[in-house]
């Protein structure tokens, strides 16, 4: 039975409306920004011009700290993927206080201020050598991402029923067979969840790279703060139009997929 | 052979050993020594501290920081509380549209929004330009380089953050109390007001929490809209660092931040299911 | 970084890391030209090798600077020239030659630096503790170096200056001097200051009636550096900040400020960036400030090679052309005659300019930079 909407319903819902715009609308005035044909950050008053795209994707710099960041983005997906699905199903076996304590450590990184952080891996990659290198950014952006992947992983298992394990176990099965056949296929969407967090954390990183990486390392979010703070062009705006798209085809794709399976 | 004599609690750990070691070793431990250079740098003792609790400009500063969290915090929450409301209760039509809008700016970098905020609210940014164009203002309004500025663009930031917790509390309520309560002749505003919000609270407070903690770290948002004047304490903190090479001050302040932070939490531990609010994050 | 922790004598780093950046734009807007542009690509990768003797040998002589690309200005201008002249291989390293690093060099005994671009700061003090070398006056020509900007233990290289800017489309008036930055009724608009005390207070005493020559005489004790700190907290209403001169150039650029006090480099870059009529510099009552070269004790080339090259780079048709790249204020007094007409009014250095100008004062700064920087802080937030 549909019920009329009253006084009250619409307008909360007009004012969620105008709230997901104020949430939209800003991120979009960077696509007329993009298209100025002038040289600096206006919007197109006489005709479009898709010259700062050019720019964006004839530009060396632009280009290389683009491919930077996707590289250490999948390094880091990849290998916070790994650890932490090995770590959530491990504490899942355990759920014992200790490993409860263990997951409490292992989420540290989303509550501790990014300057403070940033400021710790300072100091110590200089004792490692790893300050301006790519194994130093892959390294700290794992530790970022990890906490997502655990907690998504973790959120995963919460649906796999123990008896399961049990059966498998009572059955023969080793501990290592039993995590390969079937917990790990039930911790899959989390996996899946967590590598995009670890990609999108990585991808979107700045604050560590501004402290641990001086030249040779240029990622993209460090090469958009650069613009910024140096020459506020119209580039940036291209660049961030071009995210902007891809993340909305990403999400479209990816809640298209979860829709087509149950 | 080794595997054998390890007991399932043994194998157990080995999955969970690497992860955790990396992080007590690479993140854990660098943390720790930022509490070291603290007490030890320039020389040892607690003289840093001394002169943090002594320096007005960072008492200003922390001021400035619980000041903008709060505020970011509390439009948050009215905000995010709206939209959440909305999806759940008022059976809107595109449902899935409300829910992808608010994802969206999740996935995007804080530092593209910030500069979709700059090229918005500059002396010449869009707003100004367009206001003076169609003759609403006849100089530009300070929009930037200000709190309001950086509260704006934060409060943009940090509403997601703030929607899904109360979005999956939202999920969880019945509602037939509220039905009951209507039934029993109860106006819609005061079953809204005494059944439903109640029920919402834990969702609320989680997100409270979780908003007000991000905020207190900020640092990307206030250091590009802030114009210096909002000076939050992580950006207090590079500044010693890469202004000053202040390492003793920039540590101190850091141990001071994250006090502050641990306190905020654990103090909300009384009303908020910590758990919840980050374990157990959807 | 704990090779840093020097904190005293600090030589302003970011202004030297600022004309790396410039030098990156200057290439960018294709002011220099490719090959020293690749040269910087391939060197990016490499890194500094602190401790390596095999680096550098005597037939090398290495300078160092700041900055990625005030790198290839200086390879060029100063480097290549010199290469010639004296038919050794001339490399520059951006590495950073701070104080710290320096003395680190020194007493590791394994320094690969010959000359180093440094500040009058660091040359007093470093000089004092023995690391570095007094500069052989019998091969550079005193007569080369503007008065007094030469010590025992370094020499002045070239000058920058803190200068008033304004942008007139957004004024009615044009302010003339600190007096009229400081009043905010006539000259209505925001203005612009560095976010660290450096280089701030002296307009601010100017803008209280001290003449350029008695600004250190009227912040001399507590109640004067008070005085100049109110001074900012009765504008700061009207205050952005600038951390970086990129961002100060930003400023104007975005129209977001219409005065400024910012570094002559940049106002240097701005007069050809931004429109015609719409910004103008002036050196009255401006803040002089000189870099310093300074040599490492042991230095690999040995000193000969490293007073021959310092005394090579006081010429004045190249301190022209280094004028002319980026905007630093030639060292050499024979160089402002030499100046093109139309780039006089932007020598920071020149006689006339220096006239009305007053020299950043180092020794100061050692003493006061601590507590004042907290003052300035809190009367911009507080």
């Known amino acids: 039975m549909m019920r009329q909407k009253t006084t009250f319903q619409l307008l909360m819902q007009t004012g969620a409306w105008v709230v997901l715009a104020f949430l939209l609308l800003p991120m979009l005035v960077v696509l007329p920004v993009s298209l100025t044909p002038n040289e600096y950050i206006s919007l197109p008053s006489d005709g479009f011009s898709l010259k700062h795209y050019q720019n964006y994707f004839t530009d060396p710099e632009w280009l290389s700290a683009t491919w930077t960041s996707i590289v250490i983005a999948l390094s880091v997906a990849v290998i916070a993927t790994v650890l932490g699905t090995a770590f959530s199903v491990g504490c899942w076996l355990l759920s014992d206080f200790w490993s409860t304590v263990a997951r409490w450590v292992l989420i540290v990184p989303i509550l501790v201020p990014p300057v403070v952080q940033a400021l710790g891996f300072y100091r110590f990659w200089v004792k490692l050598g790893l300050i301006d290198s790519m194994t130093g950014v892959i390294l700290a952006h794992t530790l970022l991402a990890l906490p997502y992947v655990s907690i998504a992983v973790f959120a995963a298992l919460a649906n796999l029923d123990r008896r399961i394990v049990q059966a498998a176990r009572s059955l023969g099965a080793s501990v290592w067979r039993t995590v390969i056949a079937v917990i790990v296929p039930a911790a899959r969407p989390g996996m899946i969840a967590g590598a995009v967090f670890a990609f999108i954390v990585s991808f979107d990183e700045i604050v560590g790279v501004l402290f641990i990486t001086v030249r040779s390392v240029q990622t993209l979010p460090k090469m958009i703060w650069q613009g910024i703070n140096e020459s506020i062009d119209p580039t940036i705006a291209a660049v961030a139009t071009v995210l902007t798209v891809v993340t909305i085809l990403i999400m479209v794709a990816v809640t298209w997929r979860w829709k087509a399976r149950p | 052979m080794i595997a054998r004599s390890l007991t399932d609690k043994g194998r157990y750990w080995i999955l969970i050993l690497p992860a955790l070691a990396i992080m007590l070793t690479f993140y854990i431990w660098p943390l720790v020594e930022i509490f070291g250079i603290s007490f030890s740098e320039p020389r040892p003792g607690f003289d840093n501290y001394a002169s943090m609790f002594d320096s007005r400009p960072i008492r200003t500063s922390f001021v400035i920081t619980f000041r903008v969290a709060a505020i970011t915090t509390i439009w948050c929450l009215v905000l995010g509380y709206i939209v959440s409301y909305a999806i759940y209760n008022t059976k809107p039509k595109y449902v899935g549209l409300m829910i992808a809008l608010v994802l969206l700016p999740f996935w995007l970098s804080v530092l593209i929004r910030s500069f979709a905020w700059i090229v918005l609210l500059g002396r010449s940014g869009v707003v100004n330009d367009s206001l003076g164009a169609i003759g609403l203002i006849d100089k530009p309004l300070p929009l930037m380089h200000n709190e309001f500025g950086v509260i704006l663009s934060m409060v943009h930031v940090m509403l997601p953050f703030a929607i899904l917790p109360i979005m999956a509390n939202m999920k969880g309520i019945n509602p037939s109390y509220v039905d009951a309560a209507r039934g029993l002749g109860a106006s819609e505003l005061r079953a809204f007001v005494s059944v439903y919000f109640p029920q919402t609270l834990p969702g609320v407070l989680s997100a409270a929490l979780l908003v007000f903690v991000l905020s207190l770290g900020f640092y990307i948002t206030p250091a590009l809209l802030g114009g210096g004047r909002v000076l939050m304490i992580s950006e207090y903190i590079t500044y010693q660092i890469q202004e000053l090479l202040n390492w003793g001050v920039g540590t101190s302040l850091s141990v001071a931040l994250l006090l502050a932070t641990a306190a905020v939490i654990l103090a909300a531990g009384r009303f908020v299911n910590l758990r919840r609010t980050f374990l157990e994050r959807g | ?382």
């Open chain 3, 1 to 382: 970084m704990s090779g840093d922790s020097f904190t005293f004598g600090q030589d302003d780093i970011e202004f030297k890391q600022d004309l790396g950046d410039i030098t990156l734009e200057r290439y960018k807007a294709g002011k220099i030209d490719r090959r020293s542009a690749l040269a910087m690509l391939g060197a990016l990768g490499l890194v500094p090798l602190l401790g390596d003797k095999a680096l550098a040998n005597a037939k090398e002589l290495v300078l160092v600077n700041w900055g990625g690309k005030a790198k290839d200005v200086l390879q060029e201008i100063m480097g290549d020239t010199y290469a010639k002249e004296a038919g050794i291989k001339v490399v520059v390293d951006g590495a950073g030659p701070s104080a710290g690093k320096i003395r680190a060099m020194v007493e590791s005994g394994a320094v690969v630096w010959d000359v180093c671009d440094s500040g009058p700061g660091s040359a007093i003090i470093l000089g004092e503790r023995g690391i570095t070398q007094p500069i052989d006056y019998s091969i550079v020509d005193k007569a080369n170096i503007i008065e007094p900007f030469t010590w025992e233990f370094g020499c002045a290289n070239y000058f920058y200056s803190y200068t008033l800017c304004c942008n007139p489309t957004m004024l009615e008036a044009v302010p003339q001097n600190w007096a009229d930055v400081w009043n905010v009724k006539d000259f209505p608009g925001k203005r612009t200051f560095r976010k660290s005390v450096r280089g701030m207070l002296e307009p601010a005493a100017m803008a209280m009636g001290a003449a350029p020559d008695e600004v250190y005489e009227f912040l001399g004790d507590e109640a004067g550096i008070k005085a100049a700190i109110q001074k900012y907290r009765d504008i700061r209403e009207h205050v952005i900040v600038w951390p970086s001169g990129s961002m100060s150039q930003q400023l104007f650029l975005q129209e977001e400020v219409a005065i400024g006090c910012i570094w002559s480099t940049r106002a240097h870059l701005l007069k050809d960036e931004m429109p015609d009529g719409s910004f103008t510099t002036t050196f009255n009552e401006g803040v002089l400030s000189p870099g310093a070269w300074v040599v490492p004790k042991h230095n690999p080339a040995g000193t000969e090679q490293a007073m021959r090259f310092i005394a090579h780079s006081a010429n004045p048709e190249l301190q022209v052309k280094w004028l002319e790249a980026m905007g630093p204020g030639p060292a050499n007094p024979a160089a402002a005659a030499l100046v093109p007409e139309e780039l006089k009014a932007w020598n920071p250095s020149s006689p006339e300019n220096r006239a009305t100008q007053t020299v950043y004062n180092d020794a100061w700064y050692a003493k006061n930079q601590i507590w004042a920087e907290e003052l300035y802080v809190d009367a911009l937030i507080n």
